[in-house]
């Protein structure tokens, strides 16, 4: 599957930007979230092909979003690459085992970012 649209949940108006420019320095059309709820709303919604989560957010956390989103049948298939502050190997076990295909944490590289959408 190509990956075309792509999600970026996170409630920071400046990382959401700048993953926004990353994204779109590359030809990938962004919609954007700010918080976990949100996220899940509009990964049903607007089914992209795939979110980018980060996990520290007010109320549901990108951990529980990233859940939500991977046991849901609408949006299961949609591939969720946590990006967050959050680098214990603890963090990383915890975002993969919730359903999340891939982790990176910030600050993230553009390399390094679209290198992970690609190996998906």
């Known amino acids: ?13 400046t990382d959401t930007h700048v993953i926004s420019e990353m994204l779109q320095k590359h030809g990938y ?9 949100e996220g ?4 049903r919604a607007q089914r992209p092909d795939l979110v980018i989560m980060d996990v520290v957010m007010p109320g549901m956390s990108g951990f529980e979003a990233t859940r939500a989103i991977a046991k849901d049948t609408e949006t299961g298939g949609i591939p969720v690459i946590i ?13 993969l085992r919730q359903g999340a295909k891939d982790y990176v944490v910030k ?3 553009e390399a390094e970012l679209i290198k992970k959408i690609g190996a998906l």
Do not use: F, N, Y
């Open 107 to 109: 600050p993230v590289t």
């Open 1 to 13: 599957m190509a990956i075309k649209t792509v999600l970026v949940v996170d409630d920071s108006p």
């Open 29 to 37: 059309s962004v919609i954007t979230a700010s918080s976990g709820e």
């Open 40 to 43: 899940i709303e509009t990964a």
């Open 83 to 95: 990006c967050t502050t959050k680098d214990q190997e603890t963090d990383k076990a915890w975002g």
